[in-house]
């Protein structure tokens, strides 16, 4: 047995106790139903761009409410089709759509690439959402008090209608939608394919919201937050474990029914590796996981770009001709 064989042995038999409610089902038919309900008003713009080999356009729809998610989109024009495979982007915590250059090694591959924001984060996209109760340091916090009111509960949202204004585009491929992103964007790419069937791969690295009661236990990243805003308000222990509880990617996991690509670091404090693998023992889909043993919350970097450029191009090669 290999060494990486040995320290993760362990892992693959992690199977915490779900904590899903009687009503996960019903309360997610009912979001979707809310957010199929909210008009796209879909908007593209192209932008000035120095290079002429793509365009890039900046985009706009309504998510769960009456938000504007804003957007890059990026057409490989220099292969001159009539359509693309499609991979979808989600950011890590507090950052951004980003810069269009930051997504050109998917657009050299022949892929469109839709970059979105998460709202109230780092990229200009705004909020416009009340909320009923403050919220303490981030977003991790806002609404936990009450599940209908959790700012994931809108993010997940906000990111699976990113999916139909992609397929909204006359120039992008319906039925060649790929998921991608890492730590936020690994979670919210993981709860996109536990409730949307359309994606047909899901590439994730260093995923948060997994194990989320361990996550609040060991103060660990962004969910830090949470445990502060238990410290101010301990009566509602029980009411904020029970709401998180729907947001939980280890409760949704059994929900996936594309193939995913995982990465995670055993030196990861932030999003530690054994709480992915609550959701990841989980998936019965064809799955793979990278494990990068000496590396922290940045993962394997661009070795793990590397990683999912082939693994496109071997598994979706009919993609590319």
Known sequence: MGYIEEVTKDLYQYLPPLTGKDDLDTFWTATIEQAKSVPLQPERTEIDYPSKHVKVYD??????????????????AFLKKASYPCLIHYHGFSGSRGKPSEHMHWAMMGMAVLAVDCRDQGGPTGNSTSYSHGFLSNVASKGVHNK???????????????????????DIDAGKIVIEGGSQGGALGMA?????SRPKLAMVDVPSNSNLVARIEGNHGAFGAVAEYLKRHPEQTDLVVDNL????????????????????ALKDETCPAQMYFATYNRIQAEKEIIVYPFNGHEGGGSRQTEVKLAYLAKHFSEWFE
């Open 59 to 76: 985009i706009a729809y309504n998510g769960l409410d009456d938000t504007r998610i804003r957007g890059w989109l990026i057409i490989p």
């Open 148 to 170: 209908w009111e959790y700012y994931y509960r809108y993010a997940y949202m906000d990111c699976l209608k990113a999916i139909d204004f992609a397929i909204a585009q006359s």
């Open 192 to 196: 996109v394919v536990a409730l949307d």
């Open 245 to 264: 509880s729907y947001f939980d990617t280890m409760n949704l996991a059994d929900r996936i029914t594309c193939p995913v690509l995982a990465s995670v």
